[in-house]
């Protein structure tokens, strides 16, 4: 069984009751909503990277951004290659809040992570959908 860490930033936007999420294509959560972002490509800082990962996967730009947690969960999946796969996924979370620019929002697939972006209702969402930082990102933010 291959075993693997993967670190990677993350954000929650959140516009009165909706959030903004991801359809995930690939990797453990396939199919699952999921907070935008992904990993550090080398020398970025973690901003660079939430930047970069929530245009990339969404269209959105960031105005603002305040660093709300760092997270980690560890799930044993089947990959592409049906091998059974140990991840350690970090997650760097931060809250964001993007420029209002709704029309460049990308609903279709991206060709790597995504399926599409969208902000969705949050009394909509049931927990059986969403990724683990997800889940635990809707928690924090009861409190």
Known sequence: ???H???GVYAI???ENKILLI???RGPYTGQWDLPGGQFEFG???EETLI???DEETGLTISSSKLLDVMSHTVTYTN???EKETLHHIGIIYLIKVQ???NKLKTGADGEDSLGAKWINISELKENTLSPFTKRSLESLKD
């Open 13 to 15: 936007a959140k516009v």
């Open 23 to 25: 359809k995930k294509a």
């Open 5 to 7: 860490t993967h670190i």
């Open 100 to 102: 209002d620019d709704s």
């Open 1 to 3: 069984m291959t075993k």
């Open 52 to 54: 970069r990962e929530v």
């Open 80 to 82: 592409s290659s049906d």
């Open 44 to 46: 970025e800082t973690s």
